[in-house]
């Protein structure tokens, strides 16, 4: 039975993993190497709580019994030694992730189950380098995590089908909607969104059509509730450029390959939102879409 869980990483998604395992009544230790970043994931927890109680969706008492259940770490083997689960939200890097899980591995209790949340690297090649190939699993939330419903549930060559299981079973606890895919690039979600982005940025670079246009015909062509290139933004070019270098090596398919503006856009280190800068800029404090001059 999962009583305790580990969230290792506390950037955008750990923060968000955090608190709805946090608010579903479960320990959780959120572990970081940056105690910077554990303290503003607190910090955005804390704002993310006040929303739901501002909106009826929780009580003042239920706020302050989810603060209660999160405690934080930046040992990593302090972080994990109670851990009946280990959900993995640290950096988008192979290397980094292939490092984690050994230490994980190695750390955690036998019987502990180890998930990670990576959006595109292999969970067989995770699984691989520990000695519990059949208990890693990919469970892959969506950003915002307390807003987004789905849990895609990716398992492994190895995962066992109870660990598999387990895992939607507990997804639907949280409150989200789990749905199953096989490890293979990209998984669902990615290998069928980064093409449909990668395409909306072709569109505009061959000059069939300008920024506005192409979100406006998705999101009100395609019932979409934000634009292909919006939500580039949203997600970071970088990630978005990771990505489609992951299914294009993995598949082997010239299709994959990314578009060169969205490659020069990321050299230049125009990322979207969390740059200022991407197909349209941000200005601290303002929610209005205003096209990048590069654009208009
Ligand atoms: P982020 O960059 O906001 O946060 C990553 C955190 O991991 C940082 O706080 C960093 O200090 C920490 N970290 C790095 N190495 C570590 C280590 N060895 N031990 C402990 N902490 C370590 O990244 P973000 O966006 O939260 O992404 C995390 C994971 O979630 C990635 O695998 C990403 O692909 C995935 N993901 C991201 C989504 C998004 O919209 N940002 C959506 C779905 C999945």
Known sequence: MIKNV???????????????FAQAGYAVVLVDVAAAQLEKAVKTIEKNLDRQLAK?????????QTLQQITIETDLQKGVTAADLVVEAATENESVKLELFKQL????????????????????KIAAVTKRPGQVIGMHFMNPVPVMKLVEVINGYAT???????????????????AVANDYPGFIANRILMP??????????????????IDTIMKLGMAHPMGPLQLADFIGLDVCL???????????????????????????????????????????????????????
């Open 242 to 296: 990771s990505i489609l270098n992951v299914l294009h090596k993995g598949l082997g398919n010239p299709k994959y390959a990314p578009c060169p503006l969205l490659v020069n856009m990321v050299a230049s280190g125009r990322l979207g939102m969390k740059s200022g800068e991407g197909f349209y800029t941000y200005a601290h404090g303002t929610k209005e879409l205003v096209v990048s001059e590069k654009f208009r």
């Open 6 to 20: 580990s969230v290792i990483g506390a950037g955008t998604m750990g923060n968000g993993i955090a608190h709805v």
């Open 160 to 178: 066992w089908a109870e660990v598999s299981g387990m895992i939607i079973g507990l997804s639907e606890q949280l409150g989200k909607i789990p």
């Open 56 to 64: 009826g969706s929780i009580t003042g008492e239920q706020k302050k």
């Open 196 to 213: 449909m982005i990668n395409e909306a940025v072709y569109s505009l670079y061959e000059g069939v059509a300008g920024v506005e246009a």
């Open 105 to 124: 591995d190695a750390a955690a209790p036998e019987h502990c189950v180890l998930a990670t949340n990576t959006s595109s690297i292999s969970v067989t």
